[in-house]
């Protein structure tokens, strides 16, 4: 796994805080569930673009044989709070990358 990439997206998370501009691509349909799906379970506010970038990363990160646990530490240790770090990484399981379902044991 590329912890730092992972790593990388994660801080931008963390320092973008409440920052939202508009993203310079439109979202897939994928991407806008995800975003949707995290709606209402975040403790802060995270820039669309930012969110997108970091689950794309997770599913990169698994893709490339990382474990869930390796990615979610990797996030919390980025500065993200444990129950935003579960969040992202499961909805970025069950909305971007859904053949990694059989690694959270079928959370959907």
């Not at 869930?68 to 530490?73: D, F, M």
């Not at 770090?85 to 959370?107: D, F, K, S, W, Y």
């Amino acid at each position: 796994m590329n912890r730092f990439v992972v790593a990388a997206g994660a801080a931008v998370l963390t320092l973008a805080g409440c920052a939202s501009t508009p993203a310079e691509d439109t979202p897939t349909p994928e991407e806008a569930a995800f975003v949707a799906a995290l709606e209402g379970e975040l403790s802060a506010r995270y820039a669309e673009e930012n969110l997108v970038t970091v689950g794309r990363q997770v599913c990169n990160a698994l893709d490339a044989g990382a474990t869930v646990e390796q990615v979610l530490y990797t996030i919390h240790d980025a500065g993200l709070p444990r129950p935003d770090t579960a969040a992202i990484v499961n909805r970025a399981i069950q909305n971007l990358c859904p053949e990694h379902h059989p690694l959270v044991g079928g959370a959907r």
